[in-house]
Nanobody, 124 residues
Framework: QLQLEESGGGLVQPGGSVRLSCAAS????????VGWFRQAPGKEREGVSCMGSTGASIHYADSVKGRFTISRNNEKVYLEMNSLKPEDAAVYSCAVGSVWIVQAPSIPQEYACWGQGTQITVSS
């Protein structure tokens, strides 16, 4: 059974940077649609960034455009986060969809497997 494990979370100062990683067991991630989502206390889960299965289609939420970058290799999916703001604080989860989803899937329903999440706190 596919398992995803995120790492890289923690406390970051406003304006700082951090890179999240998501490791998958048993599959080559560079063939699948992948995404990062986040959920802050009292708020709904929000799509942050996603990539279609071929890698040609990438989507970013307006709130993170120009600051966050999604990337992947066959072993891991990454989310590089720069210029962090207090409103970026949340639990970040990675997700894996299908090899057939070419257009970057921005909604949770298009994902079959989820990680447990990693906490990002942005505070001075």
């Amino acid at each position: 059974q596919l398992q995803l494990e995120e790492s890289g979370g923690g406390l970051v100062q406003p304006g700082g940077s951090v890179r999240l990683s998501c490791a998958a067991s048993g599959i080559a991630l560079d063939a699948y649609a992948v995404g990062w989502f986040r959920q802050a206390p009292g708020k709904e889960r929000e799509g942050v960034s996603c990539m279609g299965s071929t890698g040609a289609s990438i989507h970013y939420a307006d709130s993170v455009k120009g600051r966050f970058t999604i990337s992947r290799n066959n072993e891991k999916v990454y989310l590089e986060m720069n210029s962090l703001k207090p409103e970026d604080a949340a639990v970040y989860s990675c997700a894996v969809g299908s090899v057939w989803i070419v257009q970057a899937p921005s909604i949770p329903q298009e994902y079959a497997c989820w990680g447990q999440g990693t906490q990002i706190t942005v505070s001075s």
